[in-house]
């Protein structure tokens, strides 16, 4: 798989088999996803991953917390600013409409927008996770290098004809992370990442993205 089709064949899949992630294979794309560049090489993620009774227990224990109505861990860092401003604000909206009207949900309808948000802990069935720390110490640039490592991931799973789903939603639950992980002190979970084949049957809407102009801008005389 070349590199174009590897990128614009990535997204965020929702719908995973049951059909086992082998540990040689994660083991090949982290070995690899390693050399994804950072400031002074300070290579600022720790991954941990998950699967089998492990990443089960920690779902199961996710989704009754979140079925209870549990307040959100205290956060570590903010998701998104209070409020969006142009153009970012218009694009999460779309985002949202395009994600629940192709779930076939309405905007009124809290109750199937909390169902399918449950989901997120369920790891849309995806039988590997990884979750993605960041030492609280540092700072804007080091989290922009954790993105640059995160994509590599998600772009050499592809190449093993595997999919991912990026998710901040775990940091919500973060304690219940820690609980199964033990991080040392001092480290933030940014996010986590489902990780496996995708199951065709699920439906999607492909995301759409601003057009070139909106967001590069050219200077060539
Ligand atoms: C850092 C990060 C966190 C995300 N968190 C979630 C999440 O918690 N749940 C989810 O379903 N999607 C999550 N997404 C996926 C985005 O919604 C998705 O990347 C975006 O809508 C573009 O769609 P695409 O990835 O399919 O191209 C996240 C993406 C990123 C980069």
Not at 98 to 127: H, K, M, T, V
Request: glycine letters at 8%; aromatic letters at 10%; hydrophobic letters at 40%.
């Amino acid at each position: 798989m070349d590199v174009y089709e590897a990128v614009t064949s990535r997204r965020s899949v929702r719908g995973f088999k049951d059909k086992p992630v082998a540990k040689e294979t994660l083991e090949r794309v982290l070995s690899a996803a390693a050399w994804s560049p950072s400031g002074s090489n300070i290579q600022p993620w720790n991954t941990y991953v998950m699967t089998g009774a492990s990443l089960a227990e920690l779902k199961t224990s996710a989704i009754e917390r979140v079925a209870h109505g549990d307040p959100w861990d205290k956060r570590q860092y903010e998701m998104y600013p209070p409020m969006l401003k142009s153009p970012y604000g218009e694009r999460r909206s779309a985002f949202g409409r395009e994600r629940y009207s192709s779930l076939g949900i309405s905007r009124e309808d809290w109750e199937a927008r909390q169902r399918a948000a449950i989901a997120n802990w369920n790891c849309f069935g995806a039988p590997a996770a990884l979750f993605c720390y960041i030492d609280r110490d540092l700072g804007p640039p080091q989290w922009a290098d954790v993105g640059m490592y995160l994509q590599t991931v998600m772009l050499l799973l592809r190449a093993e004809g595997l999919h991912s789903c990026p998710q901040m939603a775990w940091s919500q639950v973060r304690e219940t992370v820690a609980e199964a992980l033990s991080p040392p002190d001092g480290l933030i979970l940014f996010c986590g990442m489902s990780i496996g084949y995708e199951d065709p049957a699920v439906g999607f809407a492909r995301t759409g993205r601003a057009p070139l102009a909106e967001t590069v801008t050219f200077v060539d005389d």
